[in-house]
T-cell receptor, first 113, second 111 residues
Framework: NAGVTQTPKFQVLKTGQSMTLQCAQDMNHEYMSWYRQDPGMGLRLIHYSVGAGITDQGEVPNGYNVSRSTTEDFPLRLLSAAPSQTSVYFC????????????FGPGTRLTVT | GENVEQHPSTLSVQEGDSAVIKCTYSDSASNYFPWYKQELGKRPQLIIDIRSNVGEKKDQRIAVTLNKTAKHFSLHITETQPEDSAVYFCAPGEYGNKLVFGAGTILRVKS
């Protein structure tokens, strides 16, 4: 099992550009989520999904879109990048929502100039 | 929604000493209590968890204790080693609800 994979590992964007962060898992997990982690701060939930075709907003959803067309994939789209979106992004998955171990991807370090 | 607080935010201990980190939560329906460790530049990983029908769980040098009445649970690390230096997060959860992570505790083990 590869677990949770994310691409790219690093990305630099200019203000206003758009991009998609990829996330995939091969554990047949129903629940997937995206977090951002700023320096010295905890993990803040951006969006999450409890299954294919179902997504919902977390604490900090503005400026991001998600979709979940398959169980395996959960891409995160930045619509128009802003310097405030400079952060490390982690994708995570778990068997179901709430009361199960979260498996994290290796992270994507994004810089917006 | 769930309100989660961790204390302390930073903890420095001498190698060989014990460390205790406390997590307080607000939702009395929470029934899953995990602790994650994040080493510098790495992803968070689960190190120990407990469910609400158990008061304590131990795994070698780490343990988690739960006080459901007071709505807090704690991570205990004994005989600390330099490789225990990391950020530790709690994330109390309930089936069907989104997870909220604590803000994290930076543990520094001085040798």
């Amino acid at each position: 099992n590869a677990g949770v994979t994310q691409t790219p590992k690093f990305q630099v964007l200019k203000t206003g550009q758009s991009m998609t962060l990829q996330c995939a898992q091969d554990m047949n997990h129903e629940y997937m989520s995206w977090y951002r982690q700023d320096p010295g701060m905890g993990l803040r939930l951006i969006h999450y999904s409890v299954g294919a075709g179902i997504t919902d907003q977390g604490e900090v959803p503005n400026g991001y879109n998600v979709s979940r067309s398959t169980t395996e994939d959960f891409p995160l789209r930045l619509l128009s990048a802003a310097p405030s979106q400079t952060s490390v992004y982690f994708c995570a998955s778990s068997r179901q929502q709430g009361a199960y171990e979260q498996y994290f991807g290796p992270g994507t370090r994004l810089t917006v100039t | 929604g769930e309100n989660v607080e961790q204390h302390p935010s930073t903890l420095s201990v001498q190698e060989g000493d014990s460390a205790v980190i406390k997590c307080t939560y607000s939702d009395s329906a929470s029934n899953y209590f995990p602790w994650y460790k994040q080493e510098l530049g790495k992803r968070p990983q689960l190190i120990i968890d407990i469910r609400s029908n158990v008061g304590e769980k131990k795994d070698q040098r780490i343990a988690v204790t739960l006080n459901k009445t007071a709505k807090h649970f704690s991570l205990h690390i004994t005989e600390t080693q330099p490789e225990d230096s990391a950020v530790y997060f709690c994330a109390p959860g309930e089936y069907g609800n989104k997870l909220v992570f604590g803000a994290g505790t930076i543990l520094r083990v001085k040798s």
